[in-house]
């Protein structure tokens, strides 16, 4: 059953979930041990990768790009170990990166050697200001190298017919390039991995070719990285045979929000890192768009029901602590503390918990709280928290769920000035027993 309200759908064009398409979830790709860990002051050690790796197969990733291993070390050591040690679940896909030069291509598939199934993922610049200014070659030039770097894939991946090849691509600073341009490449590349005889025989089970769309740096508003989707999704060859990903950064603020218009504007994946750690501002952060989809009614296909695990493993991890702010994880977005919304959440919370006893697939419909805590291991009495800022509803509140204590309206009004006399003294919040301790002192000792 759907606990959250899927509202009626939507023409496309409106951009709005749950759109008329999107009644499924988009693939998801982690991308935490890759572009994730390249981005820390202190990449992680084996043992941080492993333990990041074991969290991201228990919430459910069926592809996770695991490292650049031709570019590191410690990367292509983890892949081994992956393999060597046959960790990776039959369902679930370990993806690599590499740039399109032949000897890290040829050390990107001595890493994979053994392995079931991968994903091989060429990367190559293609925007204006790269050709000019880091690369200065020209557009042909810069096509030639995608097209050789497939190629490569082609000939490697004959070399390991055991192995499930899937190959994917991307356009790296995609949303700086021309769209004219970013097709041309695109299908140059495509075709290489589709329609020669020899990746045919290569690519045995012939699955979709992937396409992924950096948005290297978030350069518009999201609206505008939509529309650059859309184009793509319409104007590239085969786009039956193509699987579009998304690969969005925040340097805008809007990662989240361009991966969700570019799900709306027809792409089927999307990459991302739990939490939002990567590159500058990071990448764009599965779980708030996972949670975003849940809140709509739409089944993401993860399990981020355990927020503390998964709060505990990324900061462990990436020695980077969740803001207490962090949507739907950090510490205080289940605490109200104003006295107004405390009130609302405590009338809300009554009345939903009577109509869930009719009807237990009732709607979640609580003001100022866009989720059931619960439904991320979280739960009510984390909910209301006091300080100065509190009004007689919490206070009564809290009283009710800590110490079965409910008190009649007058004594609400006359005991939160209290409440709020203390809570000015000590400048700071006070907790459920000081209250009680306070209640106890005023009203039952003198
Ligand atoms: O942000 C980016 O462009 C990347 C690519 C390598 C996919 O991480
Ligand atoms: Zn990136």
């Known amino acids: ?60 990733f069926k592809e996770i790009e695991v490292g650049f291993p031709s570019a590191s070390a410690p990367d292509f050591n983890f892949v081994r170990q992956l393999i060597e040690q046959s960790l990776i679940p039959d369902d679930v896909t370990i993806q690599v990166l590499v740039q399109a030069r032949e000897t890290l291509i040829a050390r990107t598939f001595e890493s994979l050697k053994g392995v079931k199934k991968a994903i091989v993922h060429l990367y190559n610049s293609t925007s204006l200001a790269q050709r000019e200014q880091v690369f200065k070659k020209s557009k042909q030039e810069i096509k030639k190298i995608a097209t050789q770097g497939a190629h490569w894939l082609n000939s490697y991946a004959a070399k ?23 097709i041309e490449v695109i299908d140059a590349v495509t075709a290489i991995w589709q329609t020669e005889a020899h990746a045919k025989q290569v690519l045995v089970t012939q699955l979709p070719v992937i396409i992924n769309l950096p948005a290297t740096v978030e350069m518009s508003t999201p ?23 998304l690969h969005t ?76 702010r962090h949507p739907y994880v950090g510490e205080l977005v289940f605490a109200a503390f104003s006295g107004s919304h405390q009130d609302a959440i405590n009338k809300c919370l009554s009345v939903d918990d009577s109509k869930r006893k009719d009807d237990p697939n009732a709607h979640w419909n609580v003001a100022y ?22 009004g007689k509803g919490g206070v009564a509140y809290i009283l009710d769920q800590h110490y079965q204590l409910k008190l009649p309206r007058w004594l609400q009004i006359d005991f939160s000035q209290h409440v709020q006399h203390l809570s000015e003294t000590f400048a700071s919040e006070i907790s459920p027993i000081q209250i009680i301790e306070l209640f106890t002192r005023v009203y039952l000792e003198t």
């Open 1 to 60: 059953h759907k606990k959250y309200r899927a509202f009626p759908p939507l023409k496309k064009v409106n951009r709005q979930w749950p759109d008329k398409l999107i009644e499924h979830a988009p693939l998801w790709c982690s991308v935490d041990l890759r572009d994730g860990n390249q981005a820390l002051m202190e990449p992680m050690n084996i043992e941080q990768k492993l333990i990041m790796f074991k969290l991201l197969v228990d919430i459910g």
């Open 160 to 182: 390991q017919p055991k192995t499930q090849w899937q190959f994917q691509y991307s356009p790296e600073s995609f949303t700086g390039t021309e769209m004219s341009y970013a």
């Open 223 to 245: 609206n505008i990285y939509a529309d650059q989707v859309e184009t793509i999704c319409e104007q590239i060859a085969r786009r039956d045979r193509i699987i579009v990903s």
């Open 249 to 324: 950064h925040n340097d805008r603020g809007c990662g989240v929000a361009a991966a969700e218009l570019g799900v709306m504007a027809g792409a089927d994946r999307i990459e991302g890192t739990l939490l939002g750690n990567g590159e500058r501002t990071g990448n764009m952060d599965i779980v708030t768009m996972a949670m975003n989809l849940y809140s709509q009614g739409i089944d993401p296909k993860l399990n981020l029901s355990n927020t503390d695990k998964i709060i505990n493993v990324v900061e462990q991890c990436t020695q980077l602590a969740v803001h207490p």
């Open 369 to 390: 709280l866009p989720i059931d805590p619960k439904d991320l291991g979280r739960d009510y009495q984390q909910v209301i928290r006091i300080n100065s800022q509190s």
